[in-house]
C-alpha cells in the first residue's frame, strides 16, 4: 500500500505560478510511476502529466505542455508540479497517483494508476 499526500493548493492570481507536492508513503518510492491529474466538479478527471521511476522520462496532457512541469525527488518520496502561466481554467482540484512500474510503459489513464491522494484545491481568479 502506498499512502499519497498532495500539499501547496491555493488561491492565486490570473498568470500566476504554483507549485505542488506530493509525499509518498513507501520505502520503495523509487519504483513507482507517478502523476497528477485534476478534476472539476461534474467533468471526468483528466491528465495532466506523469514521470517514470526513475525521472528521465515525461508526459504532459495538453492543457499542461510549456506550462507545467513534473519532477521527483526520489530521496524525499515526493514528486511535484510546477505549474506557470495559471489561468482561471486551469481551477481544479489536483490529484497525485502512483502505479508501481519499473519501465517507460506509462499509461496516462485514470484506470492504470492504482493509488490516489485526497487532492489539493487550485483556484485561479481571474
Known amino acids: 500500500q502506498v499512502q499519497l499526500e498532495e500539499f501547496g493548493g491555493g488561491l492565486v492570481q490570473n498568470g500566476d505560478s504554483l507549485r505542488l507536492s506530493c509525499v509518498a508513503s513507501t520505502r520503495t518510492f523509487i519504483g513507482y510511476a507517478l502523476a497528477w491529474f485534476r478534476q472539476v466538479p461534474g467533468q471526468e478527471r483528466e491528465f495532466v502529466s506523469a514521470i517514470n521511476w526513475n525521472g528521465d522520462t515525461t508526459w504532459y496532457g495538453d492543457s499542461a505542455k510549456g506550462r507545467f512541469t513534473i519532477s521527483r525527488d526520489n530521496a524525499k518520496n515526493t514528486v511535484y508540479l510546477q505549474m506557470n502561466t495559471l489561468v482561471p481554467a486551469d481551477t481544479a482540484v489536483y490529484y497525485c497517483?502512483?502505479?508501481?512500474?519499473?519501465?517507460?510503459?506509462?499509461?496516462?489513464?485514470?484506470?492504470?494508476?492504482?493509488?490516489w491522494g485526497q487532492g489539493t484545491q487550485v483556484t485561479v481568479s481571474s
Open positions: 497517483a502512483a502505479r508501481l512500474a519499473m519501465h517507460n510503459a506509462v499509461k496516462t489513464t485514470r484506470e492504470w494508476f492504482d493509488y
